[in-house]
């Protein structure tokens, strides 16, 4: 498929379209050093330590990803009452996103993957996390309130890490409001349990997650494929997109005799940190189907986007200019896209 005049009208609608983002929030911390000797102490490289920074990662990501493509966002999910939560709230404040709705839980470690970097290697990382389920109440107010916005919304993104915000109470309530108001649902999902997520528009699985939610393994294409019709097979009137890495995505349709199955080939040129890439193709699903725009052009987008996204280090937003000039560069006849 090629860029055509629907696609790009779609992309120019991105604008102030509204998105409803719930997820497991996460801070992302980089520290960047210099390798020059192994520790007497052990056999590990000491990193001299030269910089340090942040950016919102996991559903904060999306969100933000959300909010660069044009689109207004209304953000659910919970943060600690400490230092790393507010850090990464006053990220999502500055790139516009309404944090309003947003709990902060006192006595819970906000989430946080420290990653020590030296040399454009990533040496180990370390997580800081609650993963328990939060409260029942907290959770029955949570979908209150995304009902009560429900009517203002164009679409509804979930993004489940499995960090204890998006358990099945939560998942299940909002879905089931935006499908009473008749608004899409994009999902990226974790675990083994379906079920929380029925009702959907559609389930965004990568790979690993595939074979988690089908117990059959997806290794490679054709392993993807048989996972992925049985997962269409349990999820009745669920679209099905895929994340295959360097071999793009797959879209599976639901009750269709019209092309149910479509593949995107990948349009990265070359690999250089998939690092949030998921979130980048998830929003663009979420904020084209926001616009108006048909499933598969929407899936077309999203696997544009994240290609772009994997040229990019570390965890990345990509804006709405850049999915439009690469866009342009695909007309022009280019074989690849570079952020």
Not at 140 to 153: H, I, Q, S
Not at 192 to 214: C, H, I, M, Q
Not at 310 to 318: K, L, P, W
């Amino acid at each position: 498929m090629r860029p055509n005049a629907a696609i790009a009208r779609a992309v120019a609608a991105f604008a102030g379209r509204r998105v409803l983002v719930a997820g497991d929030l996460m801070l992302d911390r980089y520290w960047s050093g210099d390798v020059d000797r192994i520790s007497p102490e052990a056999p590990v490289p000491i990193v001299r330590k030269v910089g340090a920074f942040g950016v919102p990662g996991g559903a904060a990501n999306t969100a933000c990803n959300v909010a660069a493509l044009g689109a207004r966002v209304t953000l659910f999910g919970v943060t600690g009452q400490d230092e790393a939560g507010a850090e990464l709230r006053g990220m999502l404040s500055q790139r516009g996103i309404d944090c309003a709705c947003l709990s902060i839980v006192a006595g819970r470690p906000t989430t946080v993957k420290l990653r020590i970097v030296a040399h454009d290697q990533q040496i180990v990382r370390i997580d800081e996390e609650d993963t328990s389920p939060i409260d029942a109440s907290l959770a029955d107010e949570v979908v209150k309130r995304a009902a009560r916005l429900m009517p203002r919304v164009d679409a509804v993104l979930v993004s489940d890490y499995a960090k204890g915000f998006a358990i099945a109470p939560v998942i299940k309530g909002i879905i089931a409001a935006a499908v009473r108001h008749g608004k899409p649902v994009v999902v990226d999902p974790k675990g083994s349990d379906f079920e929380r997520y029925r009702g959907a528009t559609v389930l965004k699985p990568n790979r690993s997650e595939l074979a988690l939610l089908t117990g059959l393994p997806a290794r490679q294409h054709e392993e993807t494929m048989q996972a992925a019709r049985q997962l269409l097979r349990l999820a009745g009137s669920t679209a099905i997109v895929v994340t295959e890495g360097k071999d793009g995505m797959t879209l599976l349709r639901p009750q269709t005799e019209e092309m149910p199955e479509e593949h995107f080939p990948s349009f990265a040129r070359e690999v250089y940190d998939v690092t949030g890439a998921g979130d980048t193709a998830l929003a663009t699903l979420a904020v084209a189907l926001a616009a108006g725009a048909p499933l598969g052009d929407a899936v077309w987008l999203a696997n544009l986007a994240a290609g772009l996204a994997v040229g990019e280090s570390g965890t990345v937003a990509i804006s709405r200019e850049k999915l439009a000039k690469a866009m342009a560069g695909l007309r022009r006849g280019k074989r690849g896209v570079s952020a």
